[in-house]
């Protein structure tokens, strides 16, 4: 024999038997459309910090070089540039990079974007690389200068 309670637990069983494949087909496009944009922020940042450091990377190689010869730094700028150009992933498209060695201070940039199918827009992204060129020589001939100038401090 089947009491009451019984009969209303089965009664609200089968009520509810279909609510959560509703809720799901209702909840669904909009996790997926998150997840999709966190995984191309995370794709963007990756991209942005790639890029930075890879101007950085050629900076810095050209900044030892450039104390000597400047000519041979832009070169070793250009070959960082090249080695590096397209490395940062499938995503990032074509990007555009640029050096500017003076004799005072070295620049390389990056400029990229990153779009997709689920992007309207594309993310726009730059990384850039600074150095000041340091003569260590003149720099020690200016100190030693100083010095005598100032009777020996």
């Not at 089968?14 to 459309?33: D, H, I, Q």
């Not at 990756?46 to 030892?64: I, K, L, M, N």
């Amino acid at each position: 024999m089947t009491t009451v309670c019984e009969l209303r637990k089965r009664r609200q069983i089968k009520e509810y038997r279909g609510s959560f494949t509703v809720e799901a087909a209702l909840c669904m496009p909009l996790v997926l459309m998150v997840l999709t944009v966190t995984l191309y922020l995370c794709f963007f940042v990756y991209h942005r910090a790639w890029y930075t450091a890879a101007a950085y990377e050629g900076t810095v190689s050209a900044g030892t070089a450039a104390a000597r010869n400047l000519t041979e730094a832009r070169h070793i700028a250009e070959s960082k540039i090249k080695d590096n150009q397209g490395n940062g992933g499938i995503l990032s498209g074509t990007v555009q990079s640029g050096l500017s060695a003076g004799s005072s201070r070295i620049v390389v940039t990056y400029q990229g974007g990153i779009g997709g199918p689920f992007l309207r827009n594309r993310w726009e992204f730059q990384g850039k690389g600074e150095i000041k060129v340091l003569r260590p020589v003149e720099f020690i001939r200016k100190i030693r200068k100083a010095e005598v100038y100032a009777g020996g401090l």
